[in-house]
């Protein structure tokens, strides 16, 4: 799987988006972009994975650059559940029937302030 | 649903004593991961299975890690003997291997090992 960079850390105010970036600049073809986030004292949780074009659902938006050699995720109305540790994460898709693992990075922590 | 249910929560033992840590996966779900998460080295990867067979346990530190998936519905992560070291948060996952499917973690068990 192609490594990640991303920033050790960042602020952002309660109700501003926050635009968390990752690079990957060594991601192949089929491997897609997969943001989990970890809030204190909880397990991983999934937020979004996207391959080629941009995605929203009701947490976040995905936004991939056309040459896909890095992201950025964008929390539009930040609160303070959201503070916690993102992850960035690159992985091979895979053929149904077979999982893949996930390697986590040491990922951006968000402290959202009032 | 349930989500992935790990058990115990806390376990606390002396060296030398033998842990057993459970998991139960999501309902369905044919792929089980196990974690480790800890300060020095972050959160990563023992062992995982596709329809209760070991695919990679290249991350299992050493023979004294063993881990079991006897059915669909429930795994074990074994440690014996155990030591100081191996104090940590562990996870376990689950998934439907299909395709792009995100990974379901648990609220861990924090094991400490005195």
């Known amino acids: 799987d192609a490594k990640t960079t991303q920033p050790t850390s960042m602020d952002c105010a309660e109700g501003r988006a926050a635009n968390l970036p990752c690079n990957h600049s060594?991601?192949?073809?089929?491997?897609?972009v997969y943001w989990y986030r970890q809030i204190h004292s909880q397990g991983p949780q999934y937020i979004i994975h996207?391959?080629?074009n941009n995605e929203t659902n009701e947490m976040a938006s995905l936004i991939i650059t056309e040459d896909r050699k890095s992201s950025t995720l964008i929390l539009p109305h930040a609160t303070l559940r959201d503070t916690a540790v993102y992850y960035c994460?690159?992985?091979?898709?895979?053929?149904?029937?077979?999982?893949?693992?996930?390697?986590f990075g040491t990922g951006t922590r968000l402290q959202v302030t009032l | 649903d349930a989500g992935v249910i790990q058990s115990p929560r806390h376990e606390v033992t002396e060296m030398g004593q033998e842990v057993t840590l459970r998991c139960k996966p999501i309902?369905?779900?044919?792929?089980l991961f196990w974690y480790r998460q800890t300060m020095m080295r972050g959160l990563e990867l023992l062992i995982y299975?596709?329809?209760?067979?070991?695919?990679?346990d290249s991350g299992m530190p050493e023979d004294r890690f063993s881990a079991k998936m006897p059915n669909a519905s429930f795994s074990t992560l074994k440690i014996q003997p155990s030591e100081p070291r191996d104090s940590a948060v562990y996870f376990c996952?689950?998934?439907?291997?299909?395709?792009?499917?995100?990974?379901?973690f648990g609220p861990g068990t924090r094991l400490t090992v005195l």
């Open positions: 060594t991601i192949s073809g089929n491997e897609y």
């Open positions: 996207g391959l080629k």
């Open positions: 996952a689950s998934t439907r291997a299909i395709r792009s499917e995100e990974q379901f």
């Open positions: 309902s369905g779900h044919n792929s």
């Open positions: 994460i690159v992985r091979a898709g895979f053929n149904t029937g077979t999982a893949s693992k996930l390697t």
């Open positions: 299975f596709n329809n209760n067979v070991p695919i990679d």
